[in-house]
């Protein structure tokens, strides 16, 4: 990773611009496995009155309730799980940056930009502790849009208002971890969810065009 991150600085000479270019390069990497997942949670979306009408026809039997909308899933190729695949792929690069920005010096005091003073400062440091300083005032933003942008993501694909309310919670969730995170990996996790956003929107654009021709 921290090979990676120098490759990319070399050319740009800011690493947090290394960062958002390394979070691209991911991105490509797994698209066929987003892609994949998007068109399958657009169907979902799509599949879901059907889903509510078997829910309604068999309430009153849980066990009958599963089946069969397990049932459906397979009949319509479809897998409700599919949306965690991209997810757990990117964990080991989460950790791996998470690692290099805790344990080595390299970065110590590497700004990104004129935005953040260094990229391995979390909201939750004592040296971060004031919010009223516009020094520290960034790293909070940079948690408050972590949260929103993973809330945004999710909400995109949601398919029920039940799904809406665990999405608000996990976007709490996401804040409360995204406090002890350096501000670096906030940066990459950020620049995932907004280039996410940005393909589900073009793969939804892409299946009603195939859908109208």
Known sequence: MLDLLK????????????????TVAVRVVLLPL???QMKSMQAMKELQPQIKKLQ????????KQQEEVLKFYKDNKVNPLSGCL??????????????????????????????????TWTAGTPNTSSFTTAQ??????????????????QKMVSTDPEQDKM?????????????KLPAGVLLYWITANVLQMLQQVATARL?????ES
């Open 34 to 36: 987003t892609l994949r």
């Open 167 to 179: 999405m608000l919670m996990m976007g709490a969730f996401m804040a409360f971890i995204a406090w």
């Open 86 to 119: 991209p997810l757990i792929l990117q964990l080991p690069i989460l950790i791996a940056l998470y690692r290099t920005l805790s344990k080595t010096n390299l970065l110590n005091g590497k700004p990104f930009l004129i935005f953040i003073n260094d990229l």
């Open 207 to 211: 299946t009603k065009q195939q859908g």
């Open 56 to 63: 309604e026809k068999h309430k009153d039997d849980k066990q």
């Open 7 to 22: 490759f990319f600085q070399s050319y740009v000479g800011d690493y947090g611009v290394a960062i958002i270019l390394l």
């Open 136 to 153: 520290h005032l960034p790293y909070f933003l940079l948690v408050v849009l972590m949260a929103a942008t993973t809330f945004m993501s």
